[in-house]
T-cell receptor, first 112, second 113 residues
Framework: SQQGEEDPQALSIQEGENATMNCSYK?????LQWYRQNSGRGLVHLIL?????REKHSGRLRVTLDTSKKSSSLLITASRAADTASYFC????????????FGKGITLSVRP | KAGVTQTPRYLIKTRGQQVTLSCSPI?????VSWYQQTPGQGLQFLFE???????NKGNFPGRFSGRQFSNSRSEMNVSTLELGDSALYLC????????????FGSGTQLSVL
């Protein structure tokens, strides 16, 4: 399966610290995306990195992709209590059989 | 621009009944995908529609079906409900069929008693 697997499953940090979340997958992909979900709500798209890119930034977010290791990491710098949420990586295949497959998510708690 | 709208927000049904969930995508978005989210299985892909055609289907029994209308609105139907169908059902829309950036609704929380 190409489903991404996030690591760790849960992360608790102090406000102001950095949070690093990892995602590994098994098959070739065209892109990898990260989403955030606040409790019981829909997911919000954070960032997309394509298979030919190695690093991307968006505000306090930094995502890396290593296609040789089939892994990605999401770094949230200077975390805030409002960053408390579940974070999901999703592996994307484009083309005729395009599909987006989500991992089971990481629960991030940021303590004030 | 209005976001993705899912109705109803909550549903309580009993085993054996059927249910229809509705999703209105963001204006201009032609692709609609459906996901089932449970604590144990995470997000499981149900199906994807683009311009009224089902492009892809997940590994769910035939009790789960869907359709998309000419205005891109979509419905999914679950017949003969089982206890295990209790879940948060999420709809997502995107501009193209590439699944490169999905916009999610708040979901329909279905409880089967």
């Amino acid at each position: 399966s190409q489903q991404g697997e996030e690591d760790p499953q849960a992360l608790s940090i102090q406000e102001g610290e950095n949070a690093t979340m990892n995602c590994s997958y098994k098959t070739s992909i065209n892109n990898l995306q990260w989403y955030r979900q606040n409790s019981g709500r829909g997911l919000v798209h954070l960032i997309l990195i394509r298979s030919n890119e190695r690093e991307k930034h968006s505000g306090r977010l930094r995502v890396t992709l290593d296609t040789s290791k089939k892994s990605s990491s999401l770094l949230i710098t200077a975390s805030r209590a409002a960053d408390t949420a579940s974070y999901f990586c999703a592996t994307g295949i484009t083309g005729a059989n395009s599909k987006l497959t989500f991992g089971k998510g990481i629960t991030l708690s940021v303590r004030p | 621009k209005a976001g993705v709208t899912q109705t109803p927000r909550y549903l309580i049904k009993t085993r054996g009944q059927q249910v229809t969930l509705s999703c209105s995508p963001i204006s201009g978005h032609r692709s609609v995908s459906w996901y089932q989210q449970t604590p144990g299985q995470g997000l499981q892909f149900l199906f994807e529609y683009f311009s009224e055609t089902q492009r892809n289907k997940g590994n769910f029994p035939g009790r789960f079906s869907g359709r998309q209308f000419s205005n891109s609105r979509s419905e999914m139907n679950v017949s003969t409900l089982e206890l295990g169908d209790s879940a948060l059902y999420l709809c997502a829309s995107s501009l193209t069929a590439k699944n490169e950036k999905l916009f999610f609704g708040s979901g329909t929380q279905l409880s089967v008693l």
